[in-house]
């Protein structure tokens, strides 16, 4: 969905609060308040219009109005110091329209932009729209009436020696978008106060500038009635405190925050109460773009509002996020983020995901499902893909010799792979190569996954694999069971050294080669991996208490046990313990890695016929800190932290099946 980066810790520490949650339903006697009329621009700090008719809220179902309020499940982009060109790029890239654009920077009187973009179509399509810059206020009112539009974003900016510019978004004002609306440039906010009253409309859009060594306004309008009606607020001139407190006074959601020079705020917000409220998020502070997408993507969000601001010359970035997760999504992320968000919904604790696809099908769940992450030894799909793709191909044979080596005596098969010990005393001969290849996936061993890098010349042959499969967020870099160390100098180095993946395109290996689009089974290639990737019938202790607990509640508790003796599954999992490096590269940051990925099949009925559901998998936790690590080859707890991150992340992986196995038991 956007650009995204590996991540890295973060070097500050934002302000953040997640809130959301769905409250009872309002029913409340229409109340009328009235805008504040005094200009508070040089005494307090308060100004805020009034509320309108109060009523159960209700999100908007498409974006003809806006797109703050919609938590339709899309797509969506961000993009920051870009150039005008640069963007018209991206939103043919991506079919995208855009929905907000912010100046980042000024040089010679030309601007470059942070925007956002979503697609234009479904719930968020609109019958026209354009986008402009380098305008005077003349401009934007004849662009208007030339296109019959109506404004959706007004960004003021200054080209050098006081001359106030605008870039603006316009939607067409026409069909199915068609609203009673206005504008205002140039104004105090008196006179915002004013128009309220009179008008009766409702802020989608506010920013502030100086002309003149006066602070003046900018803002957009529409009228506050049938569909587009919102109880809501505006403020200007706000702390992250005060905004806080009237958020939570009013039980809203921010819509838009402005950062204004002085370090304060303008915000709008809206009412977010009644069974139509929405989760939502918002956050100061961040350090780049990619940490503003990661934080919306961990929380399987959308943002709606990006400001970008500079901090004794150091770049920073503000947004607010509304929920973008269909149902099964917005159910795992609850059910992984009672551990691993913070005590004030942000993701603190490492990065998880959750990816769930039926074969030749929908996405059931995608939660940060396309974040780039170690994930250990579940990547060692990949070298079981390419190896198999060489026997597909007729280019290796499975019974033919295999070289690895011994590195660690101790260790055995979870040694890490030092290449200064692959030396003739300590290489191994004893295994054919489908031998070596099921070890790798049997017992996960280190040492004969490391035998396929080397029997293919390095990382570069299944980077090739990765990328010619559609993978296009894994990258191997360094010899699995080694996790972020440098064996030559034990530092822990993860920018030159993580395995890059994301549960997506794990789940893509299985969805591919189940469904014949990556292997075929031309020299029972397919059936080998397949047979390689520890297949096995039943399910655990706890999957089946899932399926019991389903059965129960459609009352067909008689044929739960039947449907998990049924069930069907193949993958790999991953664990690591290792090491965030401090300034040293030693280890500054104790962190654990657990993953899994492969095929689930669940039995289903067709017109009276047993059947199958095929669905891949991919699912994830990874660096997240801990003070300690569990020795799970000795019984007994000694880090209780380890124990219970991956005792949450067990759960998470059988939660994942959770509607699905309730959708299959229907059909029963």
């Not at 200007?236 to 959601?253: D, E, H, L, M």
């Not at 689009?517 to 899932?546: C, D, H, K, W, Y």
Request: contains cysteine; charged residues 20%.
């Amino acid at each position: 969905m956007m650009n995204r980066l590996p991540a890295a810790p973060r070097s500050h520490t934002p302000v953040a609060f997640r809130l959301s949650l769905l409250a009872a339903a309002l029913a409340l006697a229409t109340l009328q308040t009235t805008a504040l009329a005094a200009d508070t621009e040089t005494g307090a700090t308060d100004m805020a219009a009034g509320m309108t008719d109060m009523q159960p809220e209700a999100l908007d179902s498409q974006a003809l109005t806006d797109d703050h309020s919609v938590n339709v499940p899309t797509g969506w982009w961000t993009y920051t110091n870009v150039t005008a060109s640069q963007v018209s790029t991206y939103l043919t890239q991506n079919k995208a329209r855009l929905t907000e654009i912010e100046v980042y920077s000024v040089t010679s009187g030309v601007p470059r932009f942070t925007v956002r973009m979503v697609p234009n179509s479904g719930a968020y399509a609109v019958p026209g729209w354009w986008w402009y810059y380098g305008l005077t206020a003349a401009q934007v009112s004849s662009y208007l009436n030339a296109n019959n539009g109506r404004l959706i974003e007004v960004e003021p900016y200054d080209i050098g020696g006081g001359q106030i510019r605008f870039a603006v978004v316009m939607v067409s004002n026409t069909a199915g978008a068609a609203r009673a609306w206005s504008y205002l440039m140039g104004v105090s906010s008196s006179q915002i106060s004013s128009h309220i009253n009179s008008s009766g409309h409702r802020m989608i859009d506010i920013d502030s500038y100086t002309e003149g060594g006066v602070k003046k306004y900018t803002a957009a309008f529409v009228a506050n009635t049938g569909s587009d009606a919102k109880s809501w607020q505006w403020w200007i001139n706000q702390t992250p405190a005060s905004i806080a407190s009237k958020v939570s006074s009013f039980q809203g959601r921010i819509v838009k925050l402005e950062r204004q020079a002085d370090g304060t705020y303008n915000f709008i917000q809206v009412k977010n109460t009644g069974a139509d409220a929405s989760a939502w998020w918002y956050q100061y502070g961040f350090a780049s773009m990619a940490d503003l997408n990661n934080y919306g993507t961990q929380v399987a969000s959308r943002p709606i509002d990006v400001t970008t601001y500079l901090v004794n010359g150091v770049r920073r970035y503000d947004a607010v996020f509304i929920d973008n997760a269909n149902a099964s999504t917005r159910r795992m992320r609850d059910v992984l983020g009672k551990t691993f968000l913070d005590a004030n919904g942000n993701p603190t604790r490492g990065i998880f995901e959750s990816y769930l696809k039926q074969v030749n099908g929908p996405v059931k769940v995608d939660l940060n499902g396309s974040r780039r992450a170690e994930t250990a030894s579940s990547l060692k799909s990949l070298h079981l893909l390419h190896a198999m793709r060489r026997v597909e191909a007729g280019t290796d044979t499975l019974d033919s010799a295999f070289t690895y080596y011994e590195y660690d005596v101790n260790a055995g098969k979870d040694a890490c792979p030092d290449t200064a010990l692959e030396v003739p005393a300590n290489r191994r001969t004893n295994y054919n190569f489908e031998t070596g290849l099921d070890e790798m996936m049997r017992i996960s061993d280190n040492r004969t996954t490391r035998g396929t890098v080397i029997r293919y010349g390095g990382f570069t042959p299944f980077n090739t694999t990765a990328t010619t499969s559609g993978l296009t967020g894994t990258t191997l870099r360094h010899n699995i069971g080694c996790a972020y160390r440098n064996t030559a100098t034990g530092k822990y180095e993860p920018t030159l050294r993580r395995n890059d993946t994301t549960a997506a395109d794990l789940a893509r290996i299985y969805e591919g080669v189940w469904a014949g689009t990556l292997l075929g089974n031309t020299n029972n290639a397919r059936s080998e991996f397949l047979e390689s990737a520890n297949p096995g019938m039943g399910v655990s202790a706890a999957l089946q208490a899932i399926i019991n607990d389903e059965a129960a509640k459609l009352g067909k508790s008689a044929i739960a046990s039947q449907f998990g003796s049924l069930v069907r599954t193949w993958g790999k999992g991953g664990s690591y313990g290792t090491c965030l490096p401090n300034a040293n590269g030693d280890c500054g940051q104790k962190v654990i890695i657990r993953s899994g990925t492969g095929l689930i099949r669940l039995p289903v009925y067709v017109s009276g016929v047993q059947t199958w559901r095929d669905y891949a998998f991919g699912r994830l936790i990874s660096d997240t800190p801990v003070p300690c690590w569990e020795d799970y080859q000795t019984p007994g707890t000694n880090c209780q932290a380890d124990v219970d991150y991956t005792n949450a992340y067990n759960t998470g992986a059988n939660e994942l099946y959770r509607d699905e196995i309730r959708e299959a038991l229907k059909t029963w």
